[in-house]
């Protein structure tokens, strides 16, 4: 995506993009060529190669690639055999890659779950922002009257509580709407 972004502007700010290396800007000689018909770049670590070398460059680092990929499922194959073979270190390599996996993945659902609670408190916060505003409008001087307020009109908190607003409460929403509240 930030590459996407910085060849967008590169083409609308008529700038040339400068990447640190040709591996990583693409690692197929297809996109590289693609690139090169669209968008002036330059290589730091060669700044003075032209089209027909960065396409040579792209062809080393696409191959480069493969040779690692391939070496990469050899040496997991390899290490697999072993462990089944009753190798203990073998077995214990591929217990931790497990484990870091499912960690990974761990990581990421409480991510998602983390963001889709803001994305709801933030929703949430932002049904309140009008009677917030009115209040201000009518001269309510304090949270703790705001709070009065927001009971009086049966407004639920966030958690769905009719009649519970206490002025910490409406000072947290206030902050959490960028709301300067008197």
């Not at 009115?134 to 769905?160: C, I, Q, W, Y």
Request: net charge positive; glycine share 4%.
């Amino acid at each position: 995506p930030e590459c996407s972004k910085a060849l967008a502007a590169c083409k609308a700010l008529g700038a040339v993009l400068v990447v640190a290396k040709l591996d990583r800007l693409s690692r197929t000689v297809s996109h590289i060529s693609r690139l090169m018909e669209t968008t002036v770049f330059k290589v730091a670590t060669m700044p003075e190669a032209d089209s027909f070398q960065l396409h040579i460059y792209a062809a080393l680092a696409e191959q480069e690639r493969k040779f690692i990929s391939q070496r990469t499922r050899e040496g997991l194959q390899a290490l697999k055999a072993r462990a089944a073979q009753g190798d203990v270190e073998s077995v214990a390599k591929l217990n931790k890659q497990v484990e870091a996996r499912r960690k990974t993945a761990l990581q990421n659902t409480i991510a998602v779950a983390t963001q889709a609670v803001v994305d709801k408190a933030d929703k949430v916060s932002q049904s309140y922002a009008d009677a917030i505003k009115s209040a201000m409008f009518d001269g309510v001087p304090t949270l703790s009257a705001l709070a009065e307020r927001f009971n009086t009109l049966k407004l639920p908190s966030s958690r769905g509580v009719v009649g519970n607003w206490q002025a910490v409460q409406v000072d947290r929403l206030c902050k959490r709407l960028g709301i300067a509240f008197p």
